[in-house]
């Protein structure tokens, strides 16, 4: 069986996408995308890094059907690609439900794929024709001869909209919610979905259990560890029996997420981010919760998400002494927070909470090799309290964030919540993405490396 | 290291190590050498490595697929994820300097199972 074809837009290009293909003009609007491409278990992506909109007088007058372009603007359009390494897909749309692409874009398709393809072999070139919650078109896949007939297109916003596919319905999922239509569209689209929880102690095995009661159809469990004491103080969903047993915890979380929802199937990953497994896990989501303890393993998570068009959401717990040097002083601050990266949107690195400096820092100032070390000391001076209540909360805040992201029942996602432990206070912080984040520049929709 | 230099040190790459492949990832260029040797007596006695030359550090960096075991033990070693894979990291202070060859770098590292 071949693999499915999934086209990912960022955040930033998705509304310029949308609305610059329905534009009302003398022609039929024509947006081109420059993507790279991924392969990733059981998909093959094709991710859009830019859209270019053709000027007005790059389009030529045509008898048939659709828009037809000027041959020096194609070689301008190839020579952008080309200096990118990337692929060209032509986006345009068709009205309605179920779309088709035209005997004249066939024949389009035909003569300009191939001619994109000469010059740029390693990268997938397209037409693309976009419906009212349809999609369809030809791809040329890297290597290939073939047309793919067959893709969805994931347009990434306040929520993952997926065009193609099984029929969605247009409007916000939850809006007037109560029809049967609705609740089975609700229903069928969570349980196609695929979230990533990396990290299952305090936090993360708390938000396991809540997507289970969601009903989302997969979630692969990520976490190298056995069950200790000390999870005990952390989470309700964890127990002294797995304590006993010794048992790992993706097997504990596996039997709680049976026991909430035993329609979901939980896939357990024995294994740390980055190494190569965690990593398979984290490609193959749709979403990924990340719920671990070091920037280190925040930075493998965030460059992963952004590379293959992933929204991420971390969580963090910090609990802050008065006197951090007295072991008998009081606690003054119990500060969580969830942080919902949406690709295209602001990252980690953007918003400061990762940089070189602190990762060093958090190595004891050496490189990686150094860290599970410095992590093992840093451990070693933590006081062991109850955070079970805390973690709770976040835990509840995370999931409601990626029900939002899989179904959309609000307009914009929060980006930033702080939870204020001592208060029970949550509030929502304005996040800005840096337009000269060299993270996001280097990552974002970067698929694959193009080996040469 | 100078875009020269960069663009001097993957050529020098790609000349010794059979098969070598270069990928641009962001203003990083990337070497993947399908395979390295290690000293005598490690174990496994060849894997994959990755050099990564950025333009806004000193000297290269150098990743492995496998750390070996030498004698038994492996040295402190680390993972971290480089243009989405997963590679072995450790640590070793080697002393060169960017008008030294691609292969001294390499080899040199590879000097710290010896």
């Keep these: 069986m071949s693999a499915a074809l999934d086209i990912r837009v960022p955040q930033h290009l998705s509304r310029t996408l949308w609305e610059e293909v329905r534009r009302l003009n003398s022609y039929e609007p024509v947006i081109f995308g420059l993507v790279s491409e991924a392969k990733t278990p059981g998909r093959r992506l094709a991710l859009v890094r830019e859209l270019i909109i053709p000027p007005q007088d790059a389009f030529v007058r045509t008898s048939g059907h659709g828009a037809k372009w000027t041959a020096a603007y194609n070689i301008e359009l190839i020579n952008r690609a080309l200096e990118k390494s990337l692929g060209i897909v032509i986006f345009h749309y068709h009205g309605g439900g179920r779309v088709q692409l035209s005997a004249d874009d066939k024949q389009s398709a035909r003569k300009l794929l191939p001619t994109f393809q000469s010059v740029l072999p390693t990268r997938p070139h397209g037409s693309v024709v976009l419906g009212d919650g349809s999609v369809t078109g030809m791809l040329l896949m890297p290597g290939e001869r073939s047309y793919a007939e067959k893709m969805t297109l994931r347009l990434h916003a306040s929520s993952i909209e997926i065009l193609g596919g099984a029929a969605v319905p247009s409007t916000p999922l939850l809006d007037g919610l109560g029809t049967v239509a609705e609740i089975a569209a609700v229903k069928s689209r969570l349980e196609r979905a695929c979230v990533a929880i990396v990290g299952l102690s305090g936090g993360g095995s708390q938000v396991a259990t809540k997507l289970a009661t969601f009903g989302v159809g997969e979630i692969i469990g990520i976490d190298p560890q056995r069950v200790s004491a000390d999870n005990l103080l952390a989470t309700d969903e964890l127990g002294w029996p797995d304590v006993l047993l010794r048992l790992r915890k993706t097997g504990a979380v596996k039997t709680r997420v049976w026991w909430t929802n035993r329609a979901v199937h939980f896939t357990p990953v024995n294994a740390a981010v980055p190494e190569p497994k965690a990593l398979e896990g984290l490609k193959r989501a749709d979403v990924i919760i990340g719920c671990v303890n070091n920037l280190a393993a925040r930075s493998d998570i965030q460059e992963i998400a952004w590379r293959y068009c992933i929204p991420y959401i971390d969580i963090g717990l910090t609990l802050r002494p008065s006197e951090p040097t007295n072991p008998q002083s009081r606690l003054s601050h119990i500060s969580g927070n969830v942080f919902t990266a949406i690709p295209g949107g602001a990252c980690l690195w953007c918003t400061g909470f990762l940089s070189e400096k602190a990762l060093a820092g958090e190595a004891g100032g050496a490189n990686r090799a150094y860290l599970r070390s410095a992590l093992v000391a840093q451990a070693g001076h933590e006081q062991r309290v109850f955070v079970a209540t805390f973690n709770a909360t976040i835990a509840a805040l995370a999931a409601s964030t990626a029900f939002q992201i899989l179904v959309g029942y609000a307009s914009d996602p929060p980006i930033l919540r702080i939870y204020d432990g001592m208060n029970g206070l949550v509030s929502e912080m304005t996040t800005i993405k840096k337009s000269d984040c060299p993270k996001c520049t280097a990552n974002l929709c970067a698929g694959d490396l193009l080996w040469q | ?114």
């Design chain 2, 1 to 114: 290291m100078t875009a020269e230099n960069i663009d001097r040190l993957a050529g020098e790459l790609k000349a010794s190590y059979q098969g070598a492949l270069v990928a641009q990832d962001g203003r990083v260029t990337v070497v993947r050498l399908p395979e390295v040797g290690f000293p005598q007596s490690c174990s496994p006695k060849s894997t994959e490595a990755l050099v990564s030359l950025d333009p806004g550090k000193p000297k290269p960096d150098f990743f492995l697929k496998r750390i070996p075991s030498l004698r038994g033990a492996q040295p402190q070693h680390g993972t971290i994820t480089v243009g989405g894979e997963s590679w072995c990291t450790f640590s070793y202070n080697l002393r060169w300097n960017e008008n030294s060859t691609a292969e001294q770098f390499v080899e040199g590292m590879l000097r710290r199972f010896a």
